[in-house]
Nanobody, 125 residues
Framework: QVQLVESGGGSVQAGTSLRLSCAAS????????MGWFRRAPGKERQFVAGISWSSDNTFYADSVKGRFTISRDNAKNALYLQMNNLKLEDTAVYYC??????????????????WGQGTQVSVSL
């Protein structure tokens, strides 16, 4: 059974940092493109960041560029999202996702085959 399990969310003040982790099990994702998405209350799911299988390429939503960093450790079958200088508008449930077919980055949620259950990030003043 393939599972993606996020952790590291929490309630923090604006301007601080959090590091999200996503632990994958059931299959190796070392050749898969992976990404982070988020869904804020009352809004649609939004692409946050993506990374290619080799980590050679990363891509970020404009809203998080310069503040968030996506990384992965293929030996540990893990994905990370370092979030710095958090803002109120970063409040959302964050999901990690993996593609089973390609190793490139995609900003489209429907191109990902595996999803975690999400971890809540709440940013307050």
């Amino acid at each position: 059974q393939v599972q993606l399990v996020e952790s590291g969310g929490g309630s923090v003040q604006a301007g601080t940092s959090l590091r999200l982790s996503c632990a994958a099990s059931g299959r190796a994702f070392s050749s898969s493109g992976m990404g982070w998405f988020r869904r804020a209350p009352g809004k649609e799911r939004q692409f946050v960041a993506g990374i290619s299988w080799s980590s050679d390429n990363t891509f970020y939503a404009d809203s998080v560029k310069g503040r968030f960093t996506i990384s992965r450790d293929n030996a540990k079958n893990a994905l990370y999202l370092q979030m710095n200088n958090l803002k109120l508008e970063d409040t959302a449930v964050y999901y990690c996702a993996a593609n089973s077919k390609w190793g490139y980055i995609s900003t489209q949620g429907n191109e990902y085959d595996y999803w975690g259950q999400g971890t809540q990030v709440s940013v307050s003043l």
